[in-house]
C-alpha cells in the first residue's frame, strides 16, 4: 500500500550527538514536509521540499538539516545545535499541483527524546 | 505571514451531543484551503473535513460540518452525536497554493477534545 513511513518509531539520543530520522513515501509526491509538535504549540515546520535538490526552511529551521537526493527520501538530521530536540516529529507529503487537494498526508511520526 | 489561532485549548462533550470547536485565521490571501485534522491518541494525523475558501457552501462530511465564515475569518467545527472515537487533539490548519507561499500547511495550536461516556 502506499503511504509515508518514519523511522525509528522512538529514538534516544545523549547530548551533543546528531541523530537522523528517516522519511520514505512510494507516493510519488513531489513535496515533503518535516513539523515538529510540543505539547501547547501546535506543529511547527522545520523545513521542506518541493522537488528533489531543493529545499526550504521553515518557521524553526535552526539546529535542524535536510537532504533531498531521491523524490522518495526525506531524512531530518537534529543537530547538536539544536538547543531543545526532545519533540514528537511528524513527515508529510502533498499530491503534485492539479492533483492536489491541498490535503497533507503524514508518517506516524518519530519520538526523540534527548537524555 | 499567515496565523491560525484555536482559543480553547480543551473541551470535553457528553457523548451523542453536538460540540463545537472555534478556529480564526489571519491571511492577506484570497485563495486558500481550510483544514481540520484529528491526531487520536495513536498520533497518526487524519484528516477530517476540508474547506475551499471560494465555496459559499459548508464542507459537510457526515457528523462534521463547518461554519466558514470568509470575510471574519472564522472556520469552527461542529462535531454532532460525538462518540467515544471523537476524542482526539484537533488542529485547524490553513494553506495557500501559490508559489510564493510554498504551499506551506499553517497550523493552530489545537484543541484536546474528549468525549464523556
Known amino acids: 500500500d502506499g503511504g509515508i513511513t518514519q523511522s525509528p518509531k522512538y529514538l534516544f539520543r545523549k547530548e551533543g550527538q546528531n541523530v537522523t530520522l528517516s522519511c520514505e513515501q512510494n507516493l510519488n509526491h513531489d513535496a515533503m514536509y518535516w513539523y515538529r509538535q510540543d505539547p501547547g504549540q501546535g506543529l511547527r515546520l522545520i523545513y521542506y521540499?518541493?522537488?528533489?535538490?531543493?529545499?526550504q526552511k521553515g518557521d524553526i529551521a535552526e539546529g535542524y538539516s535536510v537532504s533531498r537526493e531521491k523524490k522518495e527520501s526525506f531524512p531530518l538530521t537534529v543537530t547538536s545545535a539544536q538547543k531543545n530536540p526532545t519533540a514528537f516529529y511528524l513527515c508529510?507529503?502533498?499530491?503534485?499541483?492539479?492533483?492536489?487537494?491541498?490535503?497533507?498526508?503524514f508518517g506516524e511520526g518519530s519520538r526523540l527524546t534527548v537524555l | 505571514a499567515q496565523t491560525v489561532t484555536q482559543s480553547q485549548p480543551e473541551m470535553s462533550v457528553q457523548e451523542a451531543e453536538t460540540v463545537t470547536l472555534s478556529c480564526t485565521y489571519d491571511?492577506?490571501?484570497?485563495?486558500?484551503?481550510l483544514f481540520w485534522y484529528k491526531q487520536p491518541p495513536s498520533r497518526q494525523m487524519i484528516l477530517v473535513i476540508r474547506q475551499e475558501a471560494y465555496k459559499q457552501q459548508n464542507a459537510t462530511e457526515n457528523r462534521f460540518s463547518v461554519n466558514f465564515q470568509k470575510a471574519a475569518k472564522s472556520f469552527s467545527l461542529k462535531i454532532s452525536d460525538s462518540q467515544l472515537g471523537d476524542t482526539a487533539m484537533y488542529f485547524c490548519a490553513f494553506m495557500t497554493l501559490t508559489k510564493s507561499s510554498g504551499d506551506k500547511l499553517t497550523f493552530g495550536t489545537g484543541t484536546r477534545l474528549a468525549v464523556r461516556p
Open positions: 521540499s518541493q522537488i528533489v535538490n531543493d529545499f
Open positions: 491571511t492577506s490571501e484570497s485563495n486558500y484551503y
Open positions: 508529510a507529503s502533498i499530491p503534485p499541483i492539479g492533483a492536489s487537494t491541498g490535503e497533507l498526508f
